[in-house]
Structure formats: structure tokens, C-alpha cells
């Protein structure tokens, strides 16, 4: 900790034994983590106790919600926060000893590759990048109910670190989460005067494939990529979807209970 600013890695857990440990042994040089836990039924508790991780329990309240609870658990002002199914290579912990040596900035975006069912995404596709070290004294988790961002007040850089994201390992997995997400994004949409919704069902998918697919440049990765595209577009057209049925008479009209979450 001598001569740089102490890290505090936060971490939001459900049942995460399956990619928890991973998470944490990377980690495992920061002078503190807290994991926050939402009634694990597995080995998720005994995994990060295993890591020294100071553990603390609380009823799930939405992922931006909880990630800022943990937040504020933190001791120390400088955080990493990780998702319990992302994990950092060893060799990270050089790059942010050195940056939190002298932050120049009030945050820092990482990149991120993504599992896709059997393999990463190809090395020439694009990647996305996400504000997860930051000085918690000038920033806050969004009020998004889902795709929550860390906003930062102040200048942010970036590091040359990556995140890897197993996420879900197969294909039910991922559809079940488009399902879920598109079912939890009703609460955002329902607060916007989203219009011409029709048109956003029919036409909205292929933008969102083609999106993903030729600009991202996720056809390098095979019919992994592809799968992935579809999916994506059909979380497109779901999230439009299921606006369009709230708004029909005879259904409810307020955004549906949150369901139950999986992390990541």
C-alpha cells in the first residue's frame, strides 16, 4: 500500500461460485474486498472468504442499486468494481498499482472481450470499455434498472487492461438474459415518450443486427458472432415488444415487479 492510494475491489454476488474465484484471485493484492451478497445458497460466501473478502448481506435491489450499496461499503476511496463472472489477468495488478501511484483522473474505463458460448470474441472485433476504477468521492452508479454505468465527475482516462467477461455460457443462457433484461428495461422505457413503436419492432432488430454484427465486427468470430448478433437483435426487438403490450388496453400499466437477477 506504500506509496500509492489504497483499492478497495467491489464486488455484488447471487450464486456465483462457478466464476467467482477466478474474480477474486486476481484481485487478490488490493488492500481490501467486499463482496456484497444477496442470499447465496452456494459456496459464494465460503469463495470469498477464502480471499480474506470483508462479506456483507443485503436483499437484491436492482443491479445499479446494489452496486452503489457496495459502493459505500468500500473503506478506502479508490474502488474497482468487478461483476462476479469478470476477472482481471495477474499481470493487471503492475498497470493499476502504477496508475493509483499518481491518478491523473477521477476515473478510468477498461476494456472488456466477452465469452461468446465457445470461444472469445475475435481480437479484431471491437471492444467495449467501461469506467470501473474510480475515486468514489466524485462518482456514482446511473439509476438505470439495467446496462447501469458508473458516472464519473471528472476527467476520465483510460488503461490498457482487460476484462474478461464469461458471462453466459451457452446459448439458453443468453436468450434467458435478453428475456430478462428486456422484461427489467420496461421501467426505464416506461418513463419516455418512446414513439412509433410499430416501426421500432419491425425495423429496430436489423439495425441492432447489422449494428453488432458488420460495425462491431463480431462476423470475425464465426457463427459465434452471428448467434450472438441474433440474440442481440432479438433483445431489441423484445424490449419494443413487451412496451408495445404494457401500453394495450386490458394490460398493466406499470412496468412488472422486478424479477429475481443473475449477475453479469
Known sequence: MSGREALSVVVTTFNNADTLDACLRGVSWADEIVVLDSGSTDATTAIAA??????????????SAQKQAAIDLASHRWVLLLDSDESLAPESAALLQQTLA??????????????????????????????????????????????????????????????????????????????????????????????????????????AFLRY????????????????????????FLKYAKLYEMRQPGQQRTPPPQESHIDG
Do not use: C
Open 50 to 63: 477464502h480471499y480474506g473478502a470483508r462479506i456483507h448481506t443485503q436483499p437484491f435491489a436492482g443491479y
Open 102 to 207: 499518481m491518478p491523473a483522473h477521477a476515473g478510468y474505463q477498461l476494456w472488456r472481450r466477452e465469452w461468446q458460448f465457445w470461444r472469445w470474441q475475435s481480437a479484431r472485433s471491437r471492444l467495449n470499455h467501461y469506467v470501473r476504477l474510480f475515486d468514489r468521492q466524485r462518482a456514482r452508479m446511473s439509476d438505470h434498472e439495467v446496462h447501469e454505468a458508473v458516472q464519473v465527475d471528472g476527467p476520465v482516462g483510460v488503461l490498457d487492461i482487460m476484462i474478461d467477461h464469461h458471462g453466459e455460457p451457452d446459448i439458453a443462457g443468453r436468450v434467458a438474459k435478453a428475456n430478462r433484461y428486456s422484461t427489467m428495461q420496461l421501467a426505464d422505457l416506461a418513463q419516455r415518450k418512446v414513439s412509433w413503436l410499430r416501426l421500432r419492432m419491425v425495423a429496430y432488430p436489423t439495425v
Open 213 to 236: 454484427y458488420l460495425l462491431r465486427g463480431h462476423w470475425r468470430s464465426g457463427w459465434a458472432g452471428f448467434i450472438a448478433a441474433r440474440i442481440h437483435a432479438f433483445y431489441a
